[in-house]
């Protein structure tokens, strides 16, 4: 091994969510010998520790020793539970989102995906009604339910992924990231949550801070009213996209104070119950005063946990990296293992499992890939 990358450890020690402390106990050195592991101060790292490492952090040794990959910058993060989150696991979220999107540029040698489809006032329309209304006009959604968001926003060039993370504080976030100058933006979701509703929401908050906010400045130094303004844009912005005020209207209105009516209503809307009474106040269908009362009975009913349907409209799973990345295997392009090591030679070499749990791919596929049809991405060439 000719060098050390102390950068790529400090990323895939904090990818994992520890701190230098619990990484040092672990691999039985100092929390000084670390920290200078990762400032460069100590250069020659024994090869039996960069295997301790490699053992502990889960990324190959290889990893260790590459160059940072310079053409990915990343933007502003919007996380919808900034406020109650430690840092640590924001950071080890953020950190993962980078990774997804050095592969996405990887990807994009190979297959084109579909391209960015947002229109050009982006950020410039503060009304988030306004924004939801335009949006849908723009991708030509009509009034009428969305049948599938994630397929939506998929189809329109954004990137959604699941994380998985220790603590249930973080529900989704979005992130901003620059590749040679063309943006991407990666909408991340909870894999804790299983109900289509509630996911659903989650998209079109996301969406919302897309269209309506900055995406330059720095997330962490805004007060709590400036947070809090920004999600109430995001949700408001969501209501109005996933519930358009024309068609919804006139469907709810039609027996705008029975909680058995907004279930039916959900079945074919997919939004939840409580999203929809909100909606309903928001748009004067409904009082201040009988929304809290409905809001009261559905805490009594337990519905603020769990809501009828929650477990029978099940959400889709994100599919736009995994479909390029089965059109490379099911085309011989690559076996799953001279995808595994392409990846590496192009400066991002990882183990095939955690591969497999960033890209949403079946545990095994790149071990034993069973090929599946492929929907939005279509098979390039590439010169090498």
């Given at each position: 091994m000719k060098s050390f990358n102390g950068n790529r450890l400090k990323m895939a020690r904090q990818y994992r969510g520890m701190t230098v402390e619990e990484l040092s106990q672990k691999i039985n050195v100092s929390k000084q010998a670390v920290s200078q592991y990762e400032t460069g101060k100590i250069e020659d790292v024994p090869f039996q520790k960069i295997l301790a490492i490699s053992g502990t952090l889960n990324f190959p040794y290889r990893y260790f020793a590459q160059e940072d990959i310079s053409n990915i910058k990343t933007g502003a993060t919007y996380f919808r539970s900034l406020m109650k989150t430690s840092k640590k696991y924001r950071l080890a979220q953020e950190i993962k989102m980078e990774h997804i999107a050095t592969i996405y540029s990887i990807l994009n040698e190979y297959v084109t995906f579909p391209h960015l489809n947002l229109p050009g006032w982006i950020g410039e329309i503060s009304s988030p009604a306004k924004a939801a209304k335009e949006l849908r006009n723009f991708w030509e959604l009509g009034n009428k339910p969305i049948d599938n968001i994630m397929r939506t926003v998929e189809q329109n060039g954004i990137i959604v992924t699941t994380f998985a993370t220790d603590t249930d504080d973080i529900d989704a976030f979005s992130q901003y990231i620059d590749m040679n100058g063309s943006g991407v933006y990666i909408i991340a979701l909870s894999s804790n949550k299983e109900s289509s509703a509630r996911i659903n929401f989650d998209i079109a908050?996301?969406?919302?801070?897309?269209?309506?906010?900055?995406?330059?400045?720095d997330e962490e130094v805004l007060s709590r009213e400036e947070f809090k303004a920004k999600e109430k844009e995001a949700n408001e912005f969501a209501a109005a996209f996933l519930l358009p005020e024309k068609s919804f209207a006139q469907e709810v209105?039609?027996?705008?104070?029975?909680?058995d009516y907004y279930v039916q209503l959900k079945r074919r809307w997919k939004v939840s119950v409580a999203a929809m009474l909100y909606r309903s106040c928001s748009l004067g269908i409904i009082t201040q005063g009988q929304y809290q009362y409905l809001m009261r009975v559905m805490q009594n009913k337990g519905w603020r946990k769990s809501e009828p349907l929650d477990n029978t409209i099940k959400a889709a799973n994100p599919s736009l990296l995994s479909d390029a990345v089965d059109l490379l295997l099911v085309?011989?392009?690559?076996?799953?293992?001279?995808?595994?090591?392409?990846?590496?030679?192009?400066?991002?070499?990882?183990?095939?499992?955690?591969?497999?749990?960033?890209?949403?791919?079946?545990?095994?596929?790149?071990?034993?890939?069973?090929?599946?049809?492929?929907?939005?991405?279509?098979?390039?060439?590439?010169?090498?």
């Open positions: 908050h996301e969406l919302g801070h897309i269209m309506l906010h900055e995406w330059s400045e209105s039609l027996d705008p104070q029975k909680l085309n011989n392009v690559f076996t799953p293992k001279e995808f595994v090591d392409e990846l590496g030679d192009m400066g991002l070499a990882m183990n095939p499992d955690e591969l497999e749990i960033l890209l949403n791919l079946k545990k095994g596929t790149l071990s034993a890939h069973n090929a599946e049809p492929f929907k939005m991405v279509i098979l390039k060439s590439k010169k090498k």
